[in-house]
């Protein structure tokens, strides 16, 4: 079953709320990528051009304290916004109140109010019940189009639908539609490749691609977990010693189909690197950490890479943020980008970061715009900012 999209509704002369995602990184009033609202304007244009009264909301990064406030002000969304496509965009200074409500009251078709950061109300992020209810009362009908939130049940994602006739966006659609290919019907061989720096960040999603993934790749700090639990030596490398059991228990379930790295870059210091050199996993001296995957390992990956018609990728292979350190994400990324006729997915967070400053991005299938989301619906997990839209 297909969720309603943003297609089904009739928008025209509706004031139609459509939760973004906004969130964009930014560094002393500048927008430093505009990746997000580029990826929002497909959902925009549409209900501008069938002749919405289209109300905006977002929020963008954490606001905790009045500074945050200052920091994490909309308005330079509004700015970026107004420059990208061609409706006019009012942009409201409030969350709620008398600017807000007769700036929509003032809308006409085909217009743009964009609201200040959902976050500046401290019932967001817990879904009050009255705060969902409120920004319901703006509008006649909800789009859900950010991914990067849908994985919350904030009063912007689940509280507003909750009293609004509900639709997917164009981009949550099509993130449902490539992550949902491949964690329900495959193409296979179907290949994972996990990395970052923290197992208990990805138990859920290794356990579930276990099951459905034809084979599993991991590298990153997390691979020492495994290494440990197979009583090898990792040095000082990264250890989330509570997890040994558990990753026991993922290369006995696994087996066949899990892949370690065999070989590792080592350094005998993390910030100031003087002896860096290539050992056997397992064999690390006792003062010194694994910082990347080895030669063989990125040999043995990209064989375990052939043929493969799915891939789904997230974390980096190594500190891939210093260069001593980026080979293994980066070959693991060009091996990827070349493969044939696969669709190659990416779940946003690092991995993306990296395919994007690699200069490979229009190589992949799909580049995620949620990691926690896109971590999450891989895992299974059911994402409520999604389950809260009707089926078609
Ligand atoms: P994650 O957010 O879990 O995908 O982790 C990404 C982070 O993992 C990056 O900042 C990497 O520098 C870090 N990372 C990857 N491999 C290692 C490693 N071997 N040791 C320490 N950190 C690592």
């Known amino acids: 079953m297909a969720k309603v999209t943003v297609k089904d509704l009739n928008v025209k002369g509706k004031r139609v709320i459509v939760r973004v995602d906004f969130n964009v990184p930014h560094k002393n009033g500048v927008i430093t990528d505009d990746n997000r609202i580029i990826a929002a304007l497909p959902?925009?244009?549409y209900l501008t051009e069938n002749g919405a009264k289209v109300i905006l909301l977002s929020h963008l990064g954490k606001v905790k304290t009045d500074e945050d406030k200052i920091k994490n002000d909309m308005s330079i969304v509004a700015a970026r916004l107004a420059e990208?496509?061609?409706?006019?965009?009012?942009?409201?200074?409030?969350?709620?109140?008398?600017?807000?409500?007769?700036?929509?009251?003032?809308?006409?078709e085909g217009e743009i109010v964009l609201m200040q950061n959902t976050r500046y109300e401290a019932g967001e992020s817990k879904n009050d019940p009255e705060l969902g209810a409120y920004w319901a009362s703006l509008g006649d009908l909800f789009v859900e189009d950010a991914f990067g939130s849908v994985h919350r049940a904030h009063a912007s994602t689940v509280g507003i639908p909750t009293h609004l006739p509900a639709a997917v966006g164009f981009l949550v659609e099509k993130e449902l539609n490539v992550l949902g290919g491949a964690l329900n019907d495959p193409q296979r061989p179907f290949v994972a490749i996990l990395g970052g720096a923290k197992v208990?960040?990805?138990?859920?999603?290794?356990?579930?691609?276990?099951?459905?993934?034809?084979?599993?790749?991991?590298?990153g700090g997390m691979a020492y977990t495994f290494q440990a639990a197979e009583g090898k030596k990792i040095g000082t490398s990264l250890l989330e010693a509570d997890k040994e059991d558990l990753a026991r228990d993922?290369?006995?379930?696994?087996?066949?189909k899990l892949f370690l790295p065999v070989d590792t870059v080592i350094a005998n210091d993390f910030d100031n690197p003087t002896d860096i050199k290539t050992v056997k996993a397992g064999e690390i001296p006792d003062d010194y950490m694994g910082l990347d995957i080895g030669d063989e390992?990125?040999?043995?990956?990209?064989?375990?890479?052939?043929?493969?018609?799915?891939?789904?990728?997230?974390?980096?292979?190594?500190?891939?943020?210093?260069?001593?350190?980026?080979?293994?994400?980066?070959?693991?990324?060009?091996?990827?980008?070349?493969?044939?006729?696969?669709t190659t997915i990416i779940g946003g967070g690092d991995s993306a970061s990296a395919a994007k400053n690699l200069g490979y991005a229009e190589k992949f299938s799909h580049i995620s715009t949620g990691g926690g989301a896109s971590l999450e619906y891989m895992e299974g997990k059911e994402l409520p900012g999604v389950a809260i839209i009707p089926e078609k």
């Open 43 to 45: 959902t925009i244009n």
């Open 84 to 108: 990208v496509q061609s409706a006019p965009v009012k942009f409201v200074n409030a969350t709620r109140g008398a600017e807000l409500e007769n700036a929509v009251a003032e809308m006409k």
């Open 250 to 256: 993922f290369m006995a379930k696994g087996a066949g």
């Open 297 to 342: 390992t990125i040999a043995e990956f990209k064989k375990a890479l052939e043929g493969a018609k799915t891939v789904f990728w997230n974390g980096p292979m190594g500190v891939f943020e210093k260069p001593e350190f980026a080979k293994g994400t980066i070959e693991i990324c060009k091996a990827l980008a070349e493969l044939d006729g696969a």
């Open 200 to 219: 208990s960040d990805k138990i859920g999603v290794i356990e579930n691609l276990l099951k459905i993934a034809d084979k599993v790749l991991i590298g």
